[in-house]
């Protein structure tokens, strides 16, 4: 019912920027989480960061604070990731999720959520 569209990947040099964003459609709760996980070639699909329905809190992996900022745009029922400084080891398929009809807070593990979209690529090269 809930689908989730991943924009903005791509190819960057090392230091570079990129801004994903999830557009989710079909919702049937105002009330949604949203979180981005990445999976890299060889390794476990991880945690990047996620954010309260209302945007009041959000949460972020310790390899990538600092660097990138989850928001959302509720008006718009978009999530972006904003990547900034990023390296080579930030190279990955990445994630966006969503669950409904929960409390206002944080959700950081993969079973928490309920929706996935396709992934977007996001490569950087040294």
């Known amino acids: 019912q809930v689908q989730l569209v991943e924009s903005g990947g791509g190819l960057v040099q090392a230091g570079g920027s990129l801004r994903l964003s999830c557009a989710p459609s079909?919702?049937?709760?105002?009330?949604?989480?949203m979180g981005w996980f990445r999976q890299a070639p060889g390794k476990e699909r991880e945690f990047v960061a996620a954010?309260?329905?209302?945007?009041?809190?959000?949460a972020y992996a310790d390899s990538v604070k600092g660097r990138f900022t989850i928001s959302r745009d509720n008006a718009k029922n978009t999530v972006y990731l904003q990547m900034n400084s990023l390296k080579p080891e930030d190279t990955a398929v990445y994630y966006c999720?969503?669950?409904?009809?929960?409390?206002?807070?944080?959700?950081?593990?993969?079973?928490?959520?309920?929706?996935w979209g396709q992934g977007t690529q996001v490569t950087v090269s040294s």
């Open positions: 999720a969503t669950k409904g009809w929960v409390r206002d807070t944080v959700w950081t593990r993969e079973y928490e959520y309920e929706y």
């Open positions: 079909g919702r049937t709760s105002r009330s949604y989480a």
């Open positions: 954010i309260s329905w209302s945007g009041g809190s959000t």
